[in-house]
């Protein structure tokens, strides 16, 4: 799987949009950008996963550049509680169901009032 | 998204005794389930990869004989830390797989040996 690299913190203000970026540079044309987060004390979240289009659920975007070397995880309106470790993991999606997904150091998201 | 139920959240043990955590995948089966470690301000370590009847696969440097995996069911995955000491207090995770192949988490063990 390739490897990410992630800013190790940032800040965001609440209601503000919170834009956490993901380096990706060895990313293969089959793995898929994938984005997790964990609130203090709690196992890891799903958030959003994409292959090359941009993505949007009722959490989040993921806005994937053209080359696929980087993306973006878009909070569009941060609250206090989206505080957490958000990770991003780039993996084949393709016969994966025996393989862990494997954690970086993600970046930790500290939203404030 | 499917759901993986954790058990216990919390527990304290005295040191030289066993503890038990139970994985569970609520509404799908799991062939493949993994566990976790995590310290405090570090990210999440692989600790193995349970395979329903059969053998756990063990990361480098895990104890197979402290660290027991069982993984009857298609839906349980048990970890047993065996004698458990003081450095063994972590933050246990365990993860399943559908057969989308996406990953979902339990809400954690948080184990204290004293």
């Known amino acids: 799987d390739a490897k990410t690299t992630q800013p190790p913190s940032m800040d965001c203000a609440e209601g503000r949009a919170a834009n956490l970026p993901c380096n990706h540079s060895?990313?293969?044309?089959?793995?898929?950008v994938y984005w997790y987060r964990q609130i203090h004390s709690q196992g890891p979240q799903y958030i959003i996963h994409g292959l090359k289009n941009n993505e949007t659920n009722e959490m989040a975007s993921l806005i994937i550049t053209e080359d696929r070397k980087s993306s973006t995880l878009i909070l569009p309106h941060a609250t206090l509680r989206d505080t957490a470790v958000y990770y991003c993991i780039v993996r084949s999606k393709l016969n994966q169901a025996g393989t862990a997904l494997i954690f970086g150091k993600g970046t930790t998201l500290s939203v404030s009032s | 998204g499917a759901v993986v139920s954790q058990h216990p959240s919390r527990v304290i043990c005295k040191s030289g005794t066993s503890v038990k955590i139970e994985c569970r995948s609520l509404d799908f089966q799991a062939t493949t389930m993994f566990w976790y470690r995590q310290f405090p301000k570090q990210s999440l370590m692989l600790m193995a990869t349970?395979?329903?009847?059969?053998?756990?696969?063990?990361e480098q440097g895990v104890e197979k004989d402290k660290f027991l995996i069982n993984h009857a069911s298609l839906t349980l995955s048990t970890l047993t830390v065996t004698s458990a000491h003081p450095e063994d207090s972590s933050f246990y995770i365990c993860?399943?797989?559908?057969?989308?192949?996406?990953?979902?988490f339990g809400q954690g063990t948080r184990l204290t040996v004293v």
């Open positions: 349970s395979n329903e009847g059969s053998k756990a696969t063990y």
């Open positions: 993860s399943a797989r559908d057969f989308r192949a996406e990953a979902f």
């Open positions: 060895t990313i293969s044309g089959n793995e898929y």
